[in-house]
Nanobody, 123 residues
Framework: HVQLVESGGGSVQAGGSLRLSCVAS????????MAWFRQAPGKEREGDAR????????IFADDVKGRFYITDKRERNVVDLQMRGLKPTDTGLYYC?????????????????WGQGTQVTVS
């Protein structure tokens, strides 16, 4: 297992940008799939993007394609979510998630380790 800590959330106006960061610590021997999820009030958690940590395998949810991008810095154990063109519907609590092995489907049930979340509010 890994421990995950998110940062970078905040309040922005529609059309603005934010960069979320997730620092992972713990198990360094497994090939982890990393992902970002969001949860809006009263709604289920849904996936935005995922990649294979240290590799490739990026996938994005349809409603964030062209606006969000996920990257990693293997040497720093960091996974970032760059968000542009933010909409009020992007508002929610954003979570970083991880699980081995690579290429997991972008579904909450596929990920075992979760951070505490960072709030994003778009007005």
């Amino acid at each position: 297992h890994v421990q995950l800590v998110e940062s970078g959330g905040g309040s922005v106006q529609a059309g603005g940008s934010l960069r979320l960061s997730c620092v992972a610590s713990g198990d360094s021997n497994s090939r982890y799939c990393m992902a970002w999820f969001r949860q809006a009030p009263g709604k289920e958690r849904e996936g935005d993007a995922r990649l294979n940590f240290g590799g490739s395998g990026r996938i994005f949810a349809d409603d964030v394609k062209g606006r969000f991008y996920i990257t990693d810095k293997r040497e720093r154990n960091v996974v970032d979510l760059q968000m542009r063109g933010l909409k009020p519907t992007d508002t929610g609590l954003y979570y970083c998630a991880a699980a081995p092995p690579w290429n997991r489907p972008l579904s909450p049930s596929e990920f075992a380790d979760w951070g505490q979340g960072t709030q994003v509010t778009v007005s």
